[in-house]
């Protein structure tokens, strides 16, 4: 699977640690919108739309977009310290997205 990804990604001018910080973001983006009514988001960039989710996550995807095309650009020509970071970061992600599920289990604020 991860080799079938890793081609399809790299036809596409993307490598693995690129994929990997994309999927872990939308699974949190994912796991914030379906849990929005048990939480309130801690992002104080972007909490002030708790009540537009829609707009909530639009504005956090374009802000992990712009962190992307900063990052590549800063490590341009160092690929290896480009892969480590895209991977810390796709693992900072998933720890949110397990945060925010086990949150929604802990029990509604609303």
């Known amino acids: 699977?991860?080799?079938?990804?890793s081609s399809e990604a790299t036809a596409q001018?993307?490598?693995?640690?690129?994929?990997?910080?994309?999927?872990?973001a939308a699974t949190d983006w994912v796991t914030t919108y379906r849990n929005r009514n048990y939480f309130h988001e801690g992002n104080p960039?972007?909490?002030w739309?708790?009540?537009k989710p829609a707009a909530m996550i639009g504005l956090g995807v374009a802000?992990?977009?712009?962190g992307l095309y900063g990052w590549n650009r800063l490590t341009r020509n160092h690929r290896r310290l480009r892969a480590f970071g895209l991977y810390a970061a796709a693992a900072?992600?998933?720890a949110v997205a397990?945060?925010?599920?086990r949150m929604r289990r802990a029990r509604p604020h609303r």
Request: net charge negative; aromatic share 8%.
């Open 63 to 66: 802000i992990d977009a712009g």
């Open 98 to 101: 397990y945060r925010n599920d």
């Open 49 to 51: 739309l708790e009540h």
């Open 92 to 94: 900072a992600r998933l």
């Open 1 to 5: 699977m991860a080799l079938f990804i």
């Open 13 to 24: 001018g993307l490598d693995l640690p690129t994929v990997a910080f994309a999927s872990s």
């Open 45 to 47: 960039a972007i909490s």
